[in-house]
């Protein structure tokens, strides 16, 4: 199983950016996926989820009409657009496979990805 994901990099505060996650060796849309993120010295959290059919989405209350969730079945892969970004937003972003096929937020999580940086600085 790979989860492999792209579209880091340099943004200025107050930009954008749209992650992608590309999944292959699992049965992608029998997954919820998800979104988490590490920043320097603290611990890796949720910042968002989206069930098996792309309906069911979740949000980190601190990032809620910032950032949006999507997936396309089709093509085995997994979005995060997040707008109007912060110094606070830098880390490394980690795509995540759940074991429950609703929910990623507080599950098992059956597969990571190696993440993506993400830096905001000016």
């Known amino acids: 199983v790979q989860l492999v994901e792209s579209g880091g990099g340099l943004v200025q505060p107050g930009g954008s950016l749209r992650l992608s996650c590309v999944a292959s060796?699992?049965?992608?849309?029998?997954?919820?996926m998800g979104w988490f993120r590490q920043a320097p010295g603290k611990e890796r959290e949720f910042v968002a989820g989206?069930?098996?059919?792309?309906?069911?989405?979740k949000f980190a209350d601190s990032l809620k009409g910032r950032v949006t969730i999507s997936r396309d079945n089709a093509k085995n892969t997994l979005y995060l657009q997040m707008n109007n970004l912060k110094r606070e937003d830098t880390a490394v972003y980690y795509c995540?496979?759940?074991?429950?096929?609703?929910?990623?937020?507080?599950?098992?999580?059956?597969?990571w990805g190696q993440g993506t940086q993400v830096t905001i600085s000016s």
């Open positions: 995540a496979a759940g074991s429950d096929p609703y929910y990623i937020q507080d599950r098992p999580i059956a597969f």
């Open positions: 989206v069930g098996w059919s792309g309906t069911l989405k």
């Open positions: 060796g699992l049965s992608f849309s029998s997954y919820s």
